[in-house]
C-alpha cells in the first residue's frame, strides 16, 4: 500500500489515519478560521484559506503531525452589515471546538494545537482551551495571542521588504498577500481599495462593527501586498509556532 504524502487529516482513509498515529504522529493542528467579508478584493473564507494553509505548514514542519479540517464559521458578528459573513456565537464556537478535541482524543492523538486565524475567534479559543484541558487526557495547545500573531504578520512584510505596518490587520497588505501566496487567481485586483489607517480602535469595531470604521471593509491598503509577502509571512508564522509547539510538548514529556 502507497504512503500517502498529504497531511491533512480529511484526504486520508481512516486505516491511514490509524497507521499515521502507530508511526507516532499524535499532534493534530487546528484551526479556526471564518466565512466573513474581506472587503471587495477577497473572498469570505480568507481566514479559513489562511487556517488551512498554516495548518499544512506547521503539520509539514513538525513532522509529525496532522493537520485538522479548518474549523469555520466563526465569531464574525462585527461583520454582520457585509453581505455574505456567516457567524456564530462564541458558546457554540467554544462547543464545536471541544467537540473536535475530545474526538481527536479519543482516536489517540496526544496534544491538539488550537491555531485561530479570525481576530474575532481568539478571545473564544482563549476561554475555552483551559477547560477542555480537564476534560481530556490529550495536551491542548492554544496559539491565541491576537497581538503577537498581528506582529507576526507585519514582520512577515518587513522580512519581504515591504515598508508598512498594519495596527489593526484585516483584508489589508498582510492578508491580501497570503492569499496571493496560496492562489493570486483568488484575488481581485481591478477592485483593490485602501481603507482606514493607524490606529483603529478594536474595541469600537467590536462593539459597533466594522461598517462604523470602514465602508468598504477593508483596513490598511492591500495594494502593498505582494504573493513574495505573504510567503514571508506564513514563514514567519509557521516559525514561530513551531517553535511553541515543540516547546509545550517538551514540557509535558
Not at 502507497?2 to 493542528?29: D, K
Not at 482563549?126 to 487526557?137: C, F, G, K, W, Y
Request: with cysteine.
Amino acid at each position: 500500500m502507497s504512503i500517502p504524502s498529504s497531511v491533512r487529516l480529511e484526504e486520508r482513509t481512516w486505516p491511514e489515519v490509524e497507521t499515521a498515529l502507530e508511526n507516532g504522529r499524535r499532534t493534530a493542528i487546528v484551526a479556526v478560521g471564518s466565512i466573513e467579508q474581506h472587503g471587495p478584493h477577497l473572498p469570505l473564507n480568507m481566514d479559513a484559506l489562511d487556517g488551512d494553509e498554516l495548518s499544512r505548514r506547521i503539520a509539514e514542519e513538525l513532522g509529525d503531525a496532522l493537520a485538522a479540517p479548518t474549523i469555520r464559521p466563526g465569531c464574525s458578528g462585527h461583520h454582520m452589515e457585509f453581505p455574505g459573513t456567516i457567524t456564530v456565537p462564541p458558546e457554540t464556537l467554544m462547543d464545536l471546538i471541544r467537540a473536535y478535541c475530545r474526538s481527536l482524543d479519543d482516536h489517540g492523538f496526544e496534544h491538539v494545537v488550537l491555531v485561530p486565524t479570525h481576530g474575532g475567534n481568539f478571545a473564544p479559543v482563549s476561554t475555552v482551551a483551559p477547560d477542555i484541558a480537564r476534560e481530556i487526557d490529550a495536551n491542548v495547545i492554544a496559539l491565541a495571542d491576537l497581538d503577537d500573531h498581528m506582529a507576526l504578520l507585519n514582520q512577515g512584510l518587513r522580512d519581504a521588504g515591504i515598508d508598512y505596518q498594519e495596527d489593526v490587520i484585516h483584508a489589508g497588505a498582510a492578508e491580501t498577500a497570503m492569499i496571493l501566496a496560496i492562489d493570486e487567481g483568488l484575488v481581485r485586483t481591478d477592485r483593490l481599495e485602501a481603507g482606514p489607517e493607524g490606529s483603529i480602535s478594536t474595541a469600537r469595531l467590536l462593539s459597533e462593527g466594522f461598517e462604523s470604521i470602514t465602508e468598504n471593509g477593508v483596513l490598511g491598503d492591500p495594494d502593498e501586498a505582494t504573493a513574495e509577502a505573504g510567503e514571508a509571512i506564513f514563514d514567519a508564522v509557521t516559525d514561530a509556532y513551531v517553535e511553541r509547539i515543540e516547546a509545550e510538548r517538551d514540557a509535558v514529556r
